[in-house]
């Protein structure tokens, strides 16, 4: 098992990093918290989740080890798969996600693209005594807003590489970027995900 890569960041989205180690370039799926934390930076240290299945062999990095045992957990869930965790731990943030899941709120999951109810309360119910609400927990929201000079195309791809039609993903992405020019990619996404 791969526990953390560190090295240079050779390309960033927000669905996707590549870091390069000793000359090795890793292709590591991340949520948007996580793109968050590395946005604008040159090098980093990823905790990383593997998924090894018969046709790959994927790696999915996280900003912290909160934001990973909670993606691990999510799987451990019947029915949640690794990019339905990766989608729930981009519209929420990991601090947010343990708050949801101590509350017991299942609306809130069901906002997440792709969380019918029934896998909401599956969450919920198999989650509830696995995590636990602590004071500290500070998941990646703490430095998302990190930002500046990010295109509407770049949160288009993401949407897209989440799982989205272009065209939804565009029309979304045009709507909050006319009510508020200049937001961060990440909060893009983050309102987008809600509308669509």
Not at 54 to 72: C, I, P, S, T
Not at 84 to 105: G, K, W, Y
Not at 122 to 151: H, M, P, Q, Y
């Amino acid at each position: 098992m791969i526990e953390y890569l560190k090295g240079e960041i050779a390309e960033l989205t927000p669905a996707r990093m590549v870091m390069e180690c000793e000359g090795i370039g890793y292709e590591i799926h991340i949520s948007l918290n996580t793109y968050g934390i590395y946005n604008g930076k040159e090098s980093g240290k990823v905790f990383i989740a593997e998924v090894i299945r018969e046709d790959a062999h994927l790696l999915f990095g996280f900003g912290d080890k909160v934001e990973r045992e909670l993606f691990v957990q999510l799987t451990s869930v019947s029915g949640v798969g690794a990019n339905t965790a990766r989608m729930i731990l981009s519209s929420l943030a990991p601090s947010e996600l343990i708050q949801v899941i101590a509350a017991q709120n299942e609306q809130a999951l069901k906002a997440v693209k792709g969380i019918g109810l029934k896998t909401a309360q599956r969450i919920l119910v198999d989650l509830k005594n696995k995590v636990k609400l602590t004071e500290g927990t500070v998941g990646a929201e703490a430095v998302s807003g990190i930002g500046g000079g990010v295109t509407a195309e770049e949160a288009v791809s993401a949407l897209v590489m989440l799982g989205f039609q272009k065209a939804a993903a565009q029309k979304a992405v045009t709507t909050i970027l006319k009510e508020s020019p200049g937001t961060a990619v990440e909060q893009v996404i983050k309102t987008a995900l809600r509308m669509l």
